[in-house]
């Protein structure tokens, strides 16, 4: 009986199925065919369905043409091939007769992405990271993926509990809109950093190498404390940077494991570290194979010794070094290695540096990416190098290095890649601009003088072109100025920096010299180098001058100046500067002669001379010691030497002094007379302070100054002109905050003269816009 109904179970299914030609299922994206009959011709290719997109387009899809058989396989290949595409939302293919009838349901076009709830990151963030546009074919695969797009972002800034859920709004002709609706959730910080295995460095030191910090109230401003992977991977690079450069060769980062509470708030980031064993330099030698170059000639490049601790810092730099003496050596092809030999048992790593003859490579192109507003000729003509020169290292790092000192970009990253042949290379130099507008406000404060202000307007990149354009207003109770100055870095396309300047300055000097002053006048000056490290300069300046408001009890010295001057000067001054960085200098010195002549026309007859120079020493990172000073010399021709020629010492000079504190002065009026001669001296020493984080960008200072002025012709007995040294001791305080630069000094005089003014705090503030 069982046999039976089962038999006719088969009997009445085959009889309904019979008249159906085969049928494919879009769920599954497989295709149903009779398997009754699987034979025959395909005879005609019916396609529905289609709207925007042409019939034959979707029949060039299909596995299968008209001629084929009625194959089950190939058209659940076809099948398969239209979803592939990502057009269509169904497909469904049947048979009818000898005809194959493909019906398919396109997906929807996007009409518009919208963001909901986002304030942590802007729409134009998020709208550059999803790869859906307006216009394009919808899919949920291309949905999720954008999801995750966004929780990636999400997490870079450190909001681990974010949430992104997509809608679709349905709309006529098959369009769609598709709005993102996140919810940001709180920020997900880093409340501990613990380290296991240090000996060497306490936990501490090492959170202040690493680029993550915990989490604390004056990080407000930066997200270094949000949790992110790929910064930690960096701090896994810096940690291994750090102490190859204190001898631990074998030091590794075996974990880093950071664990997520369980609100998802905070984390708590774990580095298991093996220090290893601390190492020397052992034998350290330089191996020359190129021809006619000796290893004599590498004596003194090298600043490490045998004996000295292990610093891979330190070998990375005599890697520079020996490449900048052999090019200058006129080498242009040149490949420096370092031989290292690592020995366990005494401890010791050999260094031997291999310096042979490199592959010959030209520059093809240079590339220059990320300058939006500076053109690409400002940044090409700080080039040492040019398309299709002999590629050398050593000219494009100084490239590099004048790029940075443009001070119009806020990083830069050069790099050579490999061009279109072997023997060719690409340069790219990526950049990201910063403001080079500023404003910028100063604030002082003197025993004898009070607060003084001081406003200025500047633009170092004006139009994009490099052009500084400038116009400062100072205002304080004892002086007012205005200046307006333009410069032209490369003028007629040559290497010619040239510009002028129009002023009016008008100083109240009663309480230093009981007389008021005024200068109006412009000047004219070009500068152009001579060597990569010598250049020149020339100024002519015309000006008049103007002493009024002579106090009846001011110096008789003084009363004698009273009256309207006209100055016409020629200047000339020449650099010499071997600093690695124009302005933030660690290594190098500079010298600067200052040479004018006044008598070409004008009342005003006078040589003056300053002489100005620094050495600056890296003792370690960012300790930098610098010692320098100034001498000068006035002589009149014919003539004395007019009272606003003169030298004014102190202020910024020497600070613990007042400006003008130092020098001749009458001992009855107080009244500063100025020098015919001055010198100056700084010895100071730069640090970061320790027990402040680093982000807050803090740096102290520890200063000795010296200084004198003196010479006055005409003089009597009751000028005070010891022309003795002066000499103060103080520290500062410099800290690079949101609002801008805030320095703040406190100068003690110990070796002064009873008629000095003295000075105990100096402030400066200043900000950019």
Known sequence: MRRFIRFFLVVAFSVVLFPLPWEGMAQGREAVVELAQTSGTIREIVIEGAQRIEPGTVASYLVVQVGDAFEPQRIDRSLKSLFATGLFADVTIRRRGETLIVSVVENPVINRIAFEGNSALDNDILSAEVSLRPRVIYTRTKVQNDVKRVLTLYRQVGRFAASVDPKVIQLPQNRVDLVFEISEGEPTEVRSIRFVGNREFSDSDLRGIIRTKETAWWRLLSSDDAYDPDRLTLDRELMRRHYLSDGYADFRVLSAVAELTPNRKDFFITFVIDEGERYEFGDVGVEVRLRDLKEDDMDGVIEFESGEWYDVTEVDKAIDDLTDRVGELGYAFVDVRPRIVRNRETRAIDVIFEVNEGPRVFVERIDIVGN?????????????????????????????????????????????????????????????????????????????????????????????????????????????????????????????????????????????????????????????????????????????????????????????????????????????????????????????????????????????????????????????????????????????????????????????????????????????????????????????????????????????????????????????????LRLSIGTGLTWASPFGPLGVDLGVPLVSEEFDVEELVRVNFGTRF
Do not use: C
């Open 372 to 724: 939006v507003r500076t053109l690409d000729e400002v940044v090409r003509r700080e080039f040492r190098l040019a398309e299709g020169d002999a590629f050398n290292v050593a000219k494009l790092r100084r490239s590099r290095q004048r790029i940075r000192d443009l001070n119009f970009f806020e990083q830069v990253t050069v790099e050579d890649l490999p061009g279109s042949a072997p023997d060719k290379a690409v340069i790219k130099v990526e950049v990201e601009e910063k403001s080079t507008g500023s404003i910028s406000v100063g604030a002082g404060f003197s025993t004898s003088s009070g607060p003084i202000g001081e406003l200025g307007l500047s633009e170092k990149n004006f139009l994009g072109k490099g052009q500084e354009l400038s116009l400062s207003f100072l205002i304080a109770a004892s002086r007012s100025q205005l200046d307006l100055s333009f410069t032209e870095p490369f003028f007629l396309d040559r290497d010619v920096r040239a510009g002028f300047d129009v002023f009016r300055v008008t100083e109240d000097l009663q309480d230093f010299s009981s007389i008021d002053t005024s200068r109006t006048g412009f000047a004219l000056r070009a500068g152009y180098p001579v060597t990569e490290e010598l250049s020149q300069a020339w100024r002519y300046e015309l000006k008049e001058t103007k002493i009024t408001d002579v106090s009846s009890n001011a110096s008789t010295l003084i009363q004698g100046q009273k009256g309207k001057e006209y100055l016409s000067e020629i200047t000339h001054r020449i650099i010499y500067d071997k600093r690695d960085s124009r302005l933030i200098p660690t290594e190098g010195y500079f010298a600067d002669l200052t040479s004018s002549v006044a008598g070409l026309g004008g009342t005003v007859r006078h040589v003056r001379n300053v002489l100005r120079g620094a050495k600056f020493y890296s003792v370690t990172d960012d300790w930098v010691v610098s010692a320098g000073g100034s001498v000068g010399y006035v002589v009149g021709i014919g003539d004395e030497v007019q009272f606003l020629e003169r030298f004014f010492v102190g202020g910024d000079d020497v600070r613990g002094f007042a400006t003008s504190g130092i020098g001749p002065r009458d001992l009855g009026t107080d009244d500063a007379l100025g020098g015919e001669w001055m010198y100056t001296g700084r010895l100071e020493l730069s640090f970061p302070i320790g027990f402040l984080p680093p982000e807050l960008t803090m740096k102290g200072r520890l200063f000795t100054d010296m200084g004198s002025s003196g010479q006055l012709d005409p003089t009597n007995s009751n000028v005070g002109d010891t022309g003795s």
